[in-house]
């Protein structure tokens, strides 16, 4: 059940990984909170209530972002706590220490490890792409592009930080001259969290951004 729900909100919701620690921390409260009466080895019975969980969050997050393994312990130790924990004082306390654990590390550990290590400066040139032009013209390519200043922003409709970012890049087209003419701003919807070329162009239409417009399926 964790897993489906971490799931279900990852695809339809929000790639946010603050926001999946939280969700698949409740989602394991709510589980072990059902099932501890039920089960005789506690240990065993967090291991697999928390294994499917940890091994997808290994092989799609850890291996690209290795600085976030302790999210893989709280998911451990969330059913293990509640097991061990005996008493509705005690399994309260429990639960209002996981909580704040989880809040501390979303809102603090998460944005941090992220930040750092997926940020890169190089000099290499770009890697070959072809996006989708979706405001009419030739599709953006390697090929089209070169010899261009252009920044290529991947972006997501459901994505907060990519809409407080956009602001962001207004504020660039009119600080740094020569936009339009010397340089140029992509922005490039991609297929991930249910995002399609409809909800690109009418995220761009409401907000009125100055940017060409591209998808990447």
Same mark, same amino acid.
């Given at each position: 059940?964790?897993?489906?729900?971490?799931?279900? !909100?990852?695809? !339809?919701? &929000?790639?946010?990984? $603050?926001?999946?620690?939280?969700?698949?921390?409740? $989602? *394991? *409260?709510?589980?072990?909170?059902?099932?501890?009466? +039920? *089960?005789?080895? #506690?240990?065993? $019975?967090?291991?697999?209530?928390?294994?499917?969980?940890? *091994?997808?969050?290994? =092989?799609?997050? /850890?291996?690209? /972002?290795?600085?976030?393994? #302790?999210?893989?312990?709280? =998911?451990?130790?969330? #059913?293990?706590?509640?097991?061990?924990?005996? %008493?509705?004082?005690?399994?309260?306390?429990?639960?209002?220490?996981?909580? %704040? /654990?989880?809040?501390?590390?979303?809102?603090?550990?998460?944005?941090?490890?992220?930040? %750092?290590?997926?940020?890169?400066?190089?000099?290499?040139?770009? #890697?070959?792409?072809?996006? +989708?032009?979706?405001?009419? %013209?030739?599709?953006?390519?390697?090929?089209?592009?070169?010899? $261009?200043?252009?920044?290529?922003?991947?972006?997501?409709?459901? @994505?907060?930080? @990519? /809409? &407080?970012?956009?602001?962001?890049?207004?504020?660039?087209?009119?600080?740094?001259?020569?936009?339009? &003419?010397?340089?140029?701003?992509?922005?490039? @919807?991609?297929? &991930?969290?249910?995002?399609?070329?409809?909800?690109?162009?009418? !995220?761009?239409?409401?907000?009125?951004?100055?940017? +060409?417009?591209?998808?990447?399926?």
């Amino acid at each position: 059940m964790p897993l489906a729900v971490v799931f279900l !909100f990852m695809k !339809f919701i &929000s790639l946010n990984l $603050s926001h999946v620690l939280i969700v698949g921390v409740i $989602s *394991l *409260l709510l589980v072990s909170m059902l099932k501890y009466k +039920q *089960l005789a080895n #506690p240990l065993i $019975s967090a291991i697999l209530i928390a294994i499917p969980l940890i *091994l997808v969050f290994y =092989f799609l997050v /850890i291996i690209e /972002i290795p600085g976030l393994w #302790p999210v893989l312990l709280i =998911f451990l130790l969330t #059913p293990a706590l509640v097991f061990y924990s005996s %008493g509705k004082i005690l399994r309260g306390v429990v639960i209002l220490v996981l909580i %704040g /654990i989880t809040g501390f590390t979303a809102l603090n550990l998460v944005p941090r490890v992220v930040a %750092g290590e997926l940020t890169e400066l190089t000099q290499k040139p770009a #890697p070959e792409y072809h996006l +989708q032009n979706l405001l009419g %013209g030739n599709d953006f390519t390697n090929i089209t592009d070169k010899g $261009s200043v252009i920044v290529l922003d991947f972006f997501g409709t459901w @994505c907060a930080p @990519c /809409i &407080s970012e956009m602001e962001e890049l207004k504020l660039m087209t009119t600080s740094i001259p020569g936009y339009n &003419s010397d340089w140029s701003i992509i922005i490039a @919807c991609t297929d &991930s969290g249910g995002d399609t070329p409809e909800k690109a162009l009418d !995220f761009q239409s409401k907000r009125e951004l100055p940017f +060409q417009l591209a998808y990447d399926s």
